[in-house]
């Protein structure tokens, strides 16, 4: 029996914990709904008006080394606000989820680069992710990719942005007004002041 559960909490909005010792040799396939209380958790963390539908399926198989590769796919139906219009639409989610995780200790410096002897740089490629006291949360690594699949620019069907219209007539923008008083002369000036 693989130790595994569900936690609900504001920092951890979507949380599956997964215990790797207990992982087959064969692998493992999950898949993740989330309660409405956390959906409602969800949406907040991601910025959306609403989670109304996201599962996540997974496949976990071991590699060589204590490596564990995390594949699979999350989609969701999010509530959002149209950014042209304002009025809500929903949206579709889909995106592919496809992560390494290793020990700690069999991950390099964490640092973006490296500098060689020669002194090229050069960039390390995607790193693993640790497995922390030997659990790997698929929630969070289900929230983090339903992330990445969200628009974050959301427009309703068939609607685009169109630029204000530029006035063809200087004086007709909206400082017109501003620019005539600004001409008119001041009846104060000229005035000479009381008492000289």
């Known amino acids: 029996m693989i ?7 504001k920092d951890h ?28 958790l969800i949406a907040a963390a991601v910025g959306v008006n609403a ?6 399926t997974i496949e976990v198989v071991p590699s060589v080394g204590g490596r564990i590769n995390v594949i699979g796919r999350v989609q969701a139906r999010v509530g959002q606000t149209c950014v042209v219009t304002l009025d809500p639409i929903e949206s579709d989610v889909d995106e ?15 640092a973006k680069s490296i500098q060689k ?55 007709e923008h909206p400082f017109a007004a501003l620019k005539a008083l600004k001409e008119q002369p001041n009846p104060a000036q000229g005035k000479k002041p009381k008492g000289d």
């Not at 290793?102 to 991950?107: G, R, V, Y």
Request: aromatic share 6%; charged share 20%; hydrophobic share 40%.
């Open 117 to 171: 002897d020669e002194g090229e740089t050069f960039e390390i490629p995607n790193q693993p992710e640790p497995i922390v006291n030997g659990v790997i949360d698929l929630g969070q690594l289900a929230l983090e990719f339903l992330v990445l699949g969200i628009d974050p620019y959301p427009r309703k069907a068939g609607v685009a942005f169109a630029p204000p219209q530029v006035p063809v007539d200087p004086d």
């Open 96 to 110: 592919a989820i496809d992560a390494v995780f290793a020990p700690p200790s069999q991950i390099p410096v964490s």
């Open 3 to 9: 130790k595994s559960g569900q936690m609900v909490d």
């Open 51 to 56: 989670v109304t539908h996201v599962k996540a």
């Open 13 to 40: 909005p979507w949380s599956f914990l997964l215990a790797v010792a207990q992982l087959p040799d064969a692998g493992l396939q999950q898949t993740l709904e989330p309660t409405p209380a956390q959906r409602d």
